[in-house]
């Protein structure tokens, strides 16, 4: 009855207390009773009247604000905030949602949307940070010229190994990750009207990074620890950072300094968005927006306004994702790899490109290759062959780059510049039949020659036709009997086959691929072509 009584007289009073964890002021002090295994000595907080997950880097600012909404110092506030990197929030059950969100890009906002998380935007963003390329001092040189550099800049350093290290954060798990793939893509469409060309070159910066998942908060971290200036330069070299961040580095005396320059052909920032969830205390959350002041905001080190000429990011979270997860499933490979190129008379059919330019299929072939050329680490060994020939007795592939290192010398120049000299200079035989069957017999069983535990051996398949025309001709239930007889599960090789143009037997390359464990892809319009080197090159790196 007593129970009911205070109730009664006290309403909400109750509600306070068992907030605050104490008695009534009023009350009279008491001995706390010894603490027990049963019967702690302190009441958990209940759920706060506002839940609020905010990215790290501004956790700090968000808190403080929220403090000013507890002025009692109550050790249950109503406003509790908890620093959240966007990717776990805007994938979290509908349970651990926060009633306000404030993720580092109104990029997640989508994504959270797509996973059943919606969030009603309030007002402006509470601040902004542009992603900046960031290196110790003394190599800034080396990538910027008049405080401004460019992705396709990194992309031509990482190829030239004009930087001695790249590194860059997951895509995925982190915001400056997935803004800087964008800008990678938007950079790179911007150099070639062919969107497979230009998938190409993004992915040949991805295939030159020393780490791909490195946070930068760790990275500056890590900076910050190091005392050696050629340590910290080929142990983590550029990446990208927020302006912010950055900044934070900058304020404390590091042995190693950096600097930090944006990126001119893709600018990117990460923004702040202020999100409230449906069902959310709105009045709380209109509050703690108001108690966040912009000195605040400029002395944390964000931007009160946006800055000129950034990238509008995509709408739809897929066209986002999507090269992110193509750039994040990439798994760093020692590759063995065997080119096998159609040089029969149809490759000099006439076509005509994305661009509207006529060509024949072997020009768009030496465009797509040369970029293709790039895409293989220094680690890799690699040949190339041409299979087609007109002679009744002529053989049924040459070898046109020998096998080895693609770094290593051979004919007076690296085996990567001998592959782009070679594709460049492509030309198919005229009247020349197709030795498809025979060219892949041959190199697979070439391969499993080569084949090491410690890499993945690939023979790659290009051709715009189907077997036939030649001495080597065989049916394909033949062909598919003697490739299985020559397997060796100790010594797997798979075969990535691209289908170019209508008459690509794309039955009988998906056929040899599946056996392999290997992919297809069809590209049957030859202005596809450079998109489905570009698959193919992915599916290589996550084969098996």
């Not at 600012?61 to 990197?85: F, K, Q």
């Not at 170019?500 to 297809?520: C, E, F, Q, R």
């Given at each position: 009855?007593?129970?009911?009584?205070?109730?009664a007289?006290?309403?909400?009073?109750?509600?306070?207390?068992?907030?605050?964890g104490?008695?009534s002021?009023?009350?009279?002090?008491?001995a706390a009773?010894?603490?027990?295994?049963?019967?702690?000595?302190?009441?958990?907080c209940?759920?706060p009247?506002?839940?609020?997950a905010?990215?790290?880097?501004?956790?700090?600012?968000i808190s403080?604000?929220?403090?000013?909404l507890n002025?009692?110092?109550?050790r249950c506030?109503?406003?509790?905030?908890?620093?959240?990197?966007?990717?776990?929030?805007a994938t979290?059950?509908?349970?651990?949602r926060?009633?306000v969100?404030?993720?580092?890009?109104?990029?997640?906002l989508?994504?959270?949307a797509?996973?059943?998380?919606?969030?009603?935007?309030s007002?402006k963003?509470?601040?902004?940070?542009?992603?900046?390329?960031?290196?110790?001092e003394?190599?800034?040189?080396l990538?910027a010229k008049d405080g401004?550099?460019?992705w396709?800049?990194?992309?031509?350093?990482a190829t030239?190994?004009t930087?001695?290290t790249?590194?860059m954060p997951?895509?995925?798990?982190?915001?400056?990750?997935?803004?800087?793939v964008h800008?990678?893509?938007?950079?790179?469409?911007?150099?070639?009207?062919?969107?497979?060309?230009?998938?190409?070159?993004?992915?040949?910066l991805?295939?030159?990074l020393?780490?791909?998942?490195?946070?930068p908060?760790?990275?500056?971290?890590?900076m910050?620890?190091?005392?050696d200036?050629t340590t910290?330069?080929?142990?983590?070299?550029?990446?990208?950072?927020?302006?912010?961040?950055l900044?934070?580095y900058?304020?404390?005396?590091?042995?190693?300094?950096?600097?930090g320059?944006?990126?001119a052909d893709?600018?990117?920032?990460?923004?702040y968005p202020?999100?409230i969830?449906?069902?959310a205390d709105k009045?709380?959350?209109?509050?703690l927006?108001?108690a966040?002041?912009?000195?605040?905001?400029?002395?944390?080190?964000?931007?009160?306004?946006p800055?000129?000429?950034?990238?509008?990011?995509?709408?739809?979270?897929?066209?986002?994702?999507g090269?992110?997860?193509?750039?994040?499933?990439y798994?760093?490979?020692a590759?063995?790899v065997?080119?096998?190129?159609?040089s029969?008379?149809?490759?000099n059919e006439p076509i005509?490109?994305?661009a509207?330019?006529?060509g024949?299929?072997?020009?768009?072939?030496?465009q797509?290759g040369v970029?293709a050329?790039?895409?293989?680490?220094?680690d890799?060994?690699?040949?190339m062959w041409?299979?087609?020939?007109?002679?009744?007795?002529?053989?049924?592939?040459?070898?046109?780059?020998?096998y080895?290192?693609?770094?290593?010398?051979?004919?007076?120049?690296?085996?990567?510049?001998?592959?782009?000299?070679?594709?460049?200079?492509?030309k198919?035989?005229?009247?020349?039949?197709?030795?498809?069957?025979?060219?892949?017999?041959?190199?697979?069983?070439?391969?499993?020659?080569?084949?090491?535990?410690?890499?993945a051996s690939?023979?790659?398949?290009l051709?715009?036709?189907?077997?036939?025309?030649?001495?080597?001709?065989m049916s394909?239930?033949?062909f598919?009997k003697?490739?299985?007889?020559?397997?060796?599960?100790?010594?797997?090789v798979?075969?990535i086959?691209?289908?170019y143009?209508?008459?690509a037997?794309?039955s009988?390359l998906?056929?040899?691929?599946?056996?392999t464990?290997?992919?297809?892809?069809?590209?049957?319009?030859?202005?596809?072509?450079?998109?489905?080197?570009?698959?193919a090159?992915?599916a290589a790196h996550?084969?098996?």
């Amino acid at each position: 009855m007593l129970v009911l009584a205070v109730l009664a007289a006290a309403g909400g009073l109750t509600w306070q207390l068992m907030r605050n964890g104490t008695e009534s002021p009023d009350a009279a002090p008491t001995a706390a009773p010894a603490p027990s295994v049963t019967s702690p000595s302190v009441a958990p907080c209940p759920e706060p009247e506002l839940s609020v997950a905010a990215a790290p880097e501004i956790e700090p600012l968000i808190s403080e604000a929220a403090a000013t909404l507890n002025p009692s110092g109550l050790r249950c506030p109503p406003v509790v905030v908890r620093a959240e990197e966007p990717a776990a929030t805007a994938t979290a059950t509908a349970k651990e949602r926060p009633g306000v969100w404030i993720p580092s890009s109104s990029a997640w906002l989508s994504v959270a949307a797509g996973a059943g998380g919606a969030y009603t935007v309030s007002g402006k963003p509470i601040g902004y940070s542009p992603v900046l390329i960031a290196a110790p001092e003394g190599i800034t040189r080396l990538y910027a010229k008049d405080g401004k550099t460019a992705w396709t800049g990194l992309i031509k350093g990482a190829t030239e190994s004009t930087f001695p290290t790249i590194t860059m954060p997951d895509p995925l798990k982190s915001t400056v990750g997935l803004l800087s793939v964008h800008a990678v893509h938007a950079a790179t469409a911007r150099t070639t009207k062919d969107s497979g060309i230009a998938q190409l070159r993004a992915l040949t910066l991805r295939s030159r990074l020393e780490e791909a998942n490195a946070d930068p908060a760790e990275l500056l971290d890590r900076m910050g620890r190091q005392t050696d200036a050629t340590t910290a330069v080929y142990d983590i070299g550029l990446f990208p950072v927020l302006e912010q961040q950055l900044k934070a580095y900058q304020k404390v005396k590091h042995p190693i300094s950096l600097a930090g320059v944006p990126p001119a052909d893709g600018r990117v920032e990460a923004d702040y968005p202020f999100a409230i969830r449906k069902g959310a205390d709105k009045e709380l959350a209109a509050q703690l927006r108001a108690a966040i002041s912009k000195p605040a905001v400029a002395a944390a080190g964000f931007r009160a306004e946006p800055t000129a000429g950034v990238l509008r990011l995509p709408q739809s979270s897929g066209k986002l994702l999507g090269p992110a997860q193509q750039w994040a499933n990439y798994r760093d490979l020692a590759f063995q790899v065997l080119l096998l190129i159609d040089s029969s008379g149809s490759m000099n059919e006439p076509i005509t490109d994305r661009a509207g330019r006529s060509g024949t299929k072997a020009s768009l072939l030496r465009q797509s290759g040369v970029s293709a050329a790039e895409l293989f680490g220094d680690d890799t060994r690699i040949g190339m062959w041409y299979f087609g020939t007109a002679a009744r007795n002529g053989p049924a592939h040459t070898e046109v780059v020998r096998y080895g290192p693609i770094a290593g010398v051979v004919d007076g120049q690296t085996r990567r510049e001998a592959l782009q000299a070679r594709i460049g200079a492509y030309k198919p035989e005229s009247s020349a039949g197709t030795p498809l069957y025979q060219a892949v017999l041959d190199g697979v069983e070439t391969m499993r020659g080569e084949a090491t535990p410690e890499t993945a051996s690939i023979v790659v398949v290009l051709t715009d036709g189907a077997d036939g025309g030649t001495r080597f001709a065989m049916s394909n239930a033949a062909f598919l009997k003697k490739l299985a007889a020559g397997q060796d599960p100790a010594k797997p090789v798979s075969i990535i086959a691209v289908g170019y143009g209508p008459d690509a037997n794309m039955s009988a390359l998906t056929g040899m691929a599946d056996a392999t464990g290997g992919k297809a892809f069809a590209a049957e319009n030859p202005a596809d072509l450079a998109s489905a080197v570009a698959q193919a090159f992915l599916a290589a790196h996550v084969v098996r």
